[in-house]
């Protein structure tokens, strides 16, 4: 798959943004004020500005409103849903701590679940597409939701949750990934059921239809980079998740703690950009490409 | 709504004769020139002209290679545009209920005018029926000629998709597959006509006729044993040189 930037921004600011408000919400950091204002802010753009980010890939960003109505079969439209709810709940539940210097604890546990349900909805776009079997696995969005809450934790400056988190998350990775390897093979679509000429014999694409690229090239089959995928899942292991944790058990410092969420993020786009490259979609098969 | 409607009756859609295509790519122009013009917007092309040409089409043919067990490799054209599923996958993952099938006829389209060029149809169908048009952005995608099959301004010999009007080996079909004794339907049952990706479950309506088995030649030339080469391993001279040379590096074995 096409690992567009827009769409990895997406993924991962506002899974972090989400994860933030999750914790706002839950009331694992109770600020007011000034310190709510800004809190707030921080986990407002992260989560809307990877918002702003994805409709950039839309071809008619105009029309999304459009995009609302059909949660009864889609995952983007109940992500849409999802996501427009927890924000303004979530506004509900700031503006309480930063003008009334009051905790709506209702509103903000309900502001908080909804935040990891955008977080799940988002996910389930990719694991619902039988189309690309790397995808449609529960390894999907249970790594979208450790990694939301993992880096809304460290975001937070909760040292022991965020430890935990950020661990169980490495280890979950590295299934996601070495299950994911074997997945394409054992959904059983090849290029004999592609075609139907499996009966005859070994099919082999000979001859595409055109001389140059189109959209289906271009959007699904991505193998530039994906020999170095052995590297980049080491660098996102060290930079998501090993480095954040050392950077944590440290005796705390404020400029420790802004390496380790820089850090955190650049492993997490990296991860990003594995999650769509490494995707191999069905539709390769066709052109005798993966 | 991009809820599937039930099944319905009638299911329109093409058989496709793999063992009579003969490749030419007429389905390609004749899709390409009805549609760019007719339903929906145009499908543009990109550096047409230049060296790196790109365009939507919603009906591309591929040719493929198969080598059995034993003997020769066959070499089969395969043209490939939306199967008009029964369970289209593209249709629920819409968001905005711009992709939709027909409870009528089956037919599977877009309403551009709903349809915000997310791709995640596109996405959806294993297939590639689908492409995102890079001038318009929205999907592009096989209409099965909704605007011919029904026209009653056209002669009724053109109430067919383009693509099965203008092939000349005979190799596309249009017709009621959810019709047992329809034409289509007869020539499915007869030669086995199958599905694309069955493992997928998306139960496509456009049917595919497998290649008839190639024949086999009788031997009726009664000279050519005696055409056959005589040594197999020369003697004297002849053998000698054949073994020196091969004993040469890089010589044949």
């Known amino acids: 798959m096409h690992p567009a930037a827009s769409v990895i921004i997406f993924n991962t600011f506002s899974g972090l943004g989400f994860g933030l408000l999750f914790w706002l919400g839950l009331g694992a950091l109770v600020p007011t004020g000034m310190g709510a204002f800004i809190w707030f802010t921080i986990a407002y753009l992260f989560a809307v500005g990877g918002l702003i980010a994805s409709t950039f890939h839309l071809g008619h960003p105009e029309r999304a409103i459009k995009a609302f109505s059909q949660w009864k079969t889609s995952w983007l439209s109940r992500e849409g849903i999802c996501a427009v709810f927890a924000l303004v709940v979530m506004a509900i539940y700031g503006a309480g701590l930063v003008f009334a210097e009051t905790r709506l604890a209702l509103v903000g546990i309900i502001g908080g679940i909804a935040s990891l349900g955008v977080v799940f909805t988002t996910s389930m776009i990719y694991a619902q597409m039988k189309t690309v079997p790397r995808w449609r696995h529960w390894t999907t969005p249970a790594m979208y939701l450790l990694l939301s809450i993992g880096g809304g934790a460290l975001l937070s400056g909760q040292v022991w949750i965020a430890t935990v988190l950020l661990s169980l998350g490495a280890a979950l990775q590295i299934f996601a990934w070495l299950s994911g390897d074997t997945r394409f093979k054992a959904s059983g679509t090849n290029m004999e059921t592609a075609t139907g000429l499996g009966h005859i014999g070994k099919v082999r694409a000979f001859e595409p239809p055109h001389t140059g690229t189109n959209y289906l090239m271009r959007e699904f089959i991505h193998q530039v980079g994906r020999k170095h995928s052995e590297k980049l899942r080491i660098i996102t292991i060290g930079l998501a998740f090993v480095l954040p944790v050392i950077l944590l058990l440290l005796p705390f410092n404020h400029v420790l703690a802004a390496l380790a969420v820089i850090s955190h993020i650049a492993g997490v786009l990296t991860l990003r950009w594995l999650f769509f490259a490494q995707a191999e979609h069905v539709v390769g098969l066709y052109y005798g490409k993966r | ?253």
Not at chain 2, 137 to 164: F, H, S, W
Request: charge should be negative; charged fraction near 25%.
């Open chain 2, 1 to 253: 709504m991009t809820q599937l409607p039930p099944p319905s009756a009638k299911k329109l859609g093409l058989v496709i004769d793999l063992d009579t295509c003969v490749g030419c790519h007429a389905c390609v122009v004749s899709c390409k020139g009805w549609n760019t013009e007719n339903y929906g917007a145009p499908l543009s092309d990109q550096n047409a002209y230049g060296a790196d040409p790109s365009g939507t089409f919603l009906n591309r043919v591929h040719s493929y290679e198969v080598q059995p067990a034993q003997g020769e490799a066959q070499l089969i054209h395969f043209p490939k545009s939306c199967l008009h599923c029964e369970d289209a996958p593209c249709v629920t993952v819409c968001p905005t209920g711009a992709s939709y099938k027909r409870s009528e006829d089956g037919i599977v389209l877009v309403n551009e005018s709903d349809c915000i060029g997310c791709g995640l149809c596109a996405w959806a169908c294993p297939y590639g029926a689908r492409e995102l048009d890079a001038k318009e952005g929205v999907m592009k995608k096989c209409t099965l000629c909704v605007d011919r099959i029904y026209n009653e301004n056209l002669p009724e010999e053109d109430r067919q998709p383009a693509c099965v009007r203008t092939c000349p080996a005979g190799a596309r079909h249009f017709g009621d597959l959810g019709d047992a004794e329809s034409d289509v339907s007869k020539l499915v049952a007869e030669r086995g006509g199958f599905d694309l990706m069955p493992e997928q479950g998306t139960k496509p309506v456009n049917k595919y006729l497998p290649p008839r088995p190639k024949d086999v030649m009788p031997e009726f030339d009664v000279l050519a044993p005696y055409l056959e080469p005589i040594a197999s391993d020369g003697k004297g001279f002849v053998g000698w040189l054949d073994k020196a040379l091969s004993s040469l590096p890089g010589g044949a074995k």
